[in-house]
């Protein structure tokens, strides 16, 4: 059980493109959804926490026109990167938390690996 | 400030040895602490949760403790396999809004 799944698992753009990547929690609902960004040999930076059927809540330095967050149900969360560019290459997890799961516990996603040219 | 610590440096252990990770932290006061295991390319996968009032919790082969007035948790791996060879990282929740803050996590060598 708490299997959350992201898609797709790496994308290539070029740059000024936009690029949706989507996290599911499976096999149970999942009131909070976080998504983070990380790079290499780095820890965890948490961009945005949100709740099924509100607007997200972006940490300080996330741009909300930039990094568009819907959680649109209790088992999909999406994330799109407007207008990327180099910079925005990272790699992208999102993870999941409620349900009949541990709801102390967040599920990730196996990661969205985005390379912007 | 307030920050959390892992060693940076990787931490190599012979297979069947046990293998010790620490976690420190400063100026928090976590209502739990949690212990993932990351691969690389992979989102992290959670191993254990330990309380504030938990001195110490088990699963299997691993053993974590929790010592609130040292501000630090250890994470053991008894019997060490090199598949158990990974990026460890801890990450306390402090509010009920359930935000992980997180370590930058340390990396585990088994050499067979």
């Known amino acids: 059980g708490a299997v959350v799944s992201q898609h797709p698992s790496w994308v290539i753009c070029k740059s000024g493109t936009s690029v949706k990547i989507e996290c599911r929690s499976l096999d149970f609902q999942a009131t909070t959804m976080f998504w983070y960004r990380q790079f290499p040999k780095q820890s965890l930076m948490l961009m945005a926490t949100?709740?099924?059927?509100?607007?997200?809540?972006?940490e300080q330095g996330v741009e909300k026109d930039k990094f568009l967050i819907n959680h649109a149900s209790l088992t999909l969360s999406t994330l799109t990167v407007t207008s990327a560019h180099p910079e925005d290459s990272s790699f992208y997890i999102c993870?999941?938390?409620?349900?009949?799961?541990?709801?102390?516990?967040?599920?990730f996603g196996p990661g969205t690996r985005l390379t912007v040219l | 400030s307030q920050k959390i610590e892992q060693n940076s440096e990787a931490l190599n252990i012979q297979e069947g040895k046990t293998a010790t990770l620490t976690c420190n932290y400063t100026n928090y006061s976590p209502a739990y602490l949690q212990w993932y295991r990351q691969d690389p390319g992979r989102g992290p996968v959670f191993l254990l949760l330990i309380r504030e009032n938990e001195k110490e919790k088990r699963k299997e082969r691993l053993k974590v403790t929790f010592d609130t007035t040292l501000k630090q948790s250890l994470f053991h791996i008894t019997a060490s396999q090199p598949a158990d060879s990974a990026t460890y990282l801890c990450?306390?929740?402090?509010?009920?809004?359930?935000?992980?803050?997180w370590g930058a996590g340390t990396k585990l060598i088994i050499k067979p």
């Open positions: 949100s709740n099924e059927g509100s607007k997200a809540t972006y």
């Open positions: 993870s999941a938390r409620g349900g009949s799961a541990n709801t102390d516990t967040q599920y």
């Open positions: 990450a306390l929740r402090l509010d009920s809004n359930y935000q992980l803050i």
